[in-house]
C-alpha cells in the first residue's frame, strides 16, 4: 500500500504511520476517541507559555505523526467562541447601535464587530505593537554593543560585564521580537476568522429573512 493510500484510510482502518521519526515513539496507536470523547480547545485554559509556544497542540502532533488524525480526533470549538454565540452577541451590538433605525452604515457594523470581538482585536494590536517596540530597539542595543566593542579595544581596564549585558539585551529583544510578531499574526487570522464567520452568518440569515 502507498503512503497517499494509507493517509486515507478509514477510521475503522487506522494504523502506524511509518514516518521519518517513528522510532523515537512507542508502538501504541492512540484509539480514535468517540464523539464524547472529544476534548474543548484548551488554549484559553494554558499558561502564557504554552500559548506563546502551543504546547498545547503538542497532544494531537504527537497523534497526528503515529497515525493519520480523523475530524472526531481534533478539537472542539468552547461554547463561547462557537459562531452561533459570536453572531448572538454582533447582533445584540448592532441592535444597541441601532437603536430602532432600520438602516445599518458601515460604521454600525465595525463598532459592533469591534464591542463583539473587543478582546481579540486589542490582543492582537498591543502584541504587535509589544514586537515592533523590541524590533525597534534592537538595532539602538546592537549599536551600543558595536560601540563598547570598539571603545574595549583601546582601554584594556574596560569592564567587560557591560558589553555581556548589551549582548544579552540584544539577543533577547530579538527572541521577544520574534515571538510576539509570530503569536500577533496567528491572533489576527484568528480575529479575521471570527469576523469573516460573523458577517457570513449576517448574510445567510438577511438572505433567508
Same mark, same amino acid.
Given at each position: 500500500?502507498?503512503?497517499?493510500?494509507?493517509?486515507?484510510?478509514?477510521?475503522?482502518?487506522?494504523?502506524?504511520? @511509518?514516518?521519518?521519526?517513528?522510532?523515537? %515513539?512507542? @508502538?501504541? #496507536?492512540?484509539?480514535?476517541?468517540?464523539?464524547?470523547?472529544?476534548?474543548?480547545?484548551?488554549?484559553?485554559? #494554558?499558561?502564557?507559555?504554552?500559548? %506563546?509556544?502551543?504546547?498545547?497542540?503538542?497532544?494531537?502532533?504527537?497523534? =497526528?505523526?503515529?497515525?493519520?488524525?480523523?475530524?472526531? /480526533?481534533? %478539537?472542539?470549538?468552547? /461554547?463561547?467562541? +462557537?459562531? /452561533?454565540?459570536?453572531?448572538?452577541? %454582533?447582533?445584540?451590538?448592532?441592535?444597541?447601535? @441601532?437603536?430602532?433605525?432600520? +438602516?445599518?452604515?458601515?460604521?454600525?457594523?465595525?463598532?459592533?464587530?469591534?464591542?463583539?470581538?473587543?478582546?481579540?482585536?486589542?490582543?492582537?494590536?498591543?502584541? @504587535?505593537?509589544?514586537?515592533?517596540?523590541?524590533?525597534?530597539?534592537?538595532?539602538?542595543?546592537?549599536?551600543?554593543?558595536? /560601540?563598547?566593542?570598539?571603545?574595549?579595544?583601546?582601554?584594556?581596564?574596560?569592564?567587560? =560585564?557591560? $558589553?555581556? $549585558?548589551?549582548?544579552? =539585551? #540584544?539577543?533577547?529583544?530579538?527572541?521577544? $521580537?520574534?515571538?510576539?510578531?509570530?503569536?500577533?499574526?496567528?491572533?489576527?487570522?484568528?480575529?479575521?476568522?471570527? #469576523?469573516?464567520?460573523?458577517? +457570513?452568518?449576517?448574510?445567510?440569515?438577511?438572505?433567508?429573512?
Amino acid at each position: 500500500m502507498s503512503d497517499s493510500e494509507l493517509e486515507k484510510q478509514t477510521p475503522a482502518e487506522a494504523a502506524m504511520q @511509518k514516518r521519518l521519526f517513528t522510532f523515537l %515513539f512507542t @508502538k501504541k #496507536v492512540p484509539p480514535i476517541p468517540q464523539e464524547d470523547e472529544r476534548k474543548v480547545l484548551p488554549e484559553k485554559r #494554558v499558561n502564557i507559555i504554552s500559548q %506563546f509556544f502551543f504546547l498545547w497542540m503538542n497532544p494531537l502532533l504527537v497523534v =497526528g505523526y503515529k497515525r493519520t488524525l480523523q475530524y472526531e /480526533d481534533c %478539537f472542539k470549538m468552547d /461554547d463561547e467562541e +462557537k459562531v /452561533d454565540k459570536l453572531y448572538q452577541t %454582533f447582533v445584540g451590538h448592532l441592535e444597541r447601535l @441601532k437603536n430602532g433605525d432600520k +438602516k445599518v452604515t458601515k460604521m454600525m457594523l465595525l463598532k459592533a464587530l469591534h464591542s463583539t470581538l473587543i478582546f481579540d482585536t486589542w490582543t492582537a494590536l498591543l502584541i @504587535k505593537v509589544a514586537s515592533d517596540v523590541s524590533t525597534c530597539c534592537a538595532p539602538l542595543l546592537l549599536k551600543k554593543l558595536t /560601540d563598547f566593542v570598539e571603545f574595549s579595544t583601546l582601554d584594556d581596564n574596560v569592564y567587560y =560585564g557591560r $558589553g555581556a $549585558g548589551y549582548a544579552v =539585551g #540584544v539577543a533577547l529583544l530579538i527572541t521577544f $521580537g520574534s515571538l510576539t510578531n509570530n503569536y500577533s499574526f496567528y491572533r489576527a487570522t484568528v480575529l479575521s476568522c471570527k #469576523v469573516r464567520s460573523i458577517l +457570513k452568518r449576517s448574510l445567510l440569515e438577511k438572505s433567508f429573512h
